[in-house]
């Protein structure tokens, strides 16, 4: 296993708009991309902060995954992903260690990265995410 920073933190937002105004306003970031997730029925919001960034989620369906975790929860913090060097291996060994997956396989994220996701169930309530960039 080889996480190498924090890649991002996700958080659910019920309007992109005015959480993005939130972060430049207020926390003086500065949102560099936006970018619609299809296949996850979201649209993304991204800003740097160091090494790590910051993923806002707005659902474009509510029975899409942000829509039902907003629905069950309300917004905020929705997952932490890590960064991995090799994003197979991290997958395999984690399931050999007996870590329930959500993605046994790696697939497309925003920013063309590998992702794949943890079972929050078997993570200690986080919903954890790995990435590789290729
Ligand atoms: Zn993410």
């Known amino acids: 296993m080889d996480l190498t920073h924090i890649e991002h933190i996700g958080i659910a937002v019920k309007n992109l708009n005015d959480s993005i105004s939130y972060y430049e306003n207020v926390l003086g970031l500065k949102c560099y991309a936006i ?5 996850q029925k979201v649209k993304t919001a991204f800003f740097h902060i160091g090494q790590t960034k ?4 707005e659902s474009t369906a ?25 994003i ?33 169930k078997a993570t200690y309530g986080v919903l954890t995410e790995f990435c590789e960039k290729k």
């Open 88 to 120: 197979e291996n991290a997958l395999q060994e984690t399931e050999a260690k007996g870590i329930t997956l959500i993605d046994k396989k790696p697939r497309k994220g925003a920013e063309g990265l590998d992702i794949a996701f943890l079972h929050p």
């Open 62 to 86: 509510p029975e899409g995954p942000i829509g039902k975790f907003i629905e069950k929860k309300g917004e905020g913090l929705h997952h932490i992903a890590f960064a991995v060097t090799n």
């Open 54 to 57: 910051i993923e806002l989620l």
């Open 35 to 39: 970018e619609e997730v299809k296949e």
